[in-house]
């Protein structure tokens, strides 16, 4: 039988933390951080299982791209 796991953290910019590295760092993926400027790159990073980015019914179909621009 499956067991579920849900972990949810707060990022802070106010220590020193960006909550676009940490999603680049989770997806394995390429992001740039708007607010600094600084591109964080995990795409040579291993061992990502699965990932989806669930967005609700609404949605505009071009948000599940992480690395949009507004």
């Known amino acids: 039988m ?3 796991h849900l972990e949810a953290k707060v990022i802070s ?8 590295a ?3 760092y989770m997806s394995c993926s390429k992001i740039l ?3 600094d400027g ?3 790159d995990y795409t040579h990073k ?7 980015v669930f967005l609700p019914e609404n949605a ?3 948000w599940k791209d992480r690395d949009r621009k507004s």
């Open 2 to 4: 499956p067991i579920y």
């Open 13 to 20: 910019r106010g220590t020193g933390r960006s909550a676009a």
């Open 22 to 24: 940490v999603s680049a």
């Open 33 to 35: 951080n708007d607010y």
């Open 38 to 40: 600084v591109q964080h």
């Open 46 to 52: 291993q061992g990502l299982v699965w990932e989806q």
């Open 60 to 62: 505009p179909a071009e």
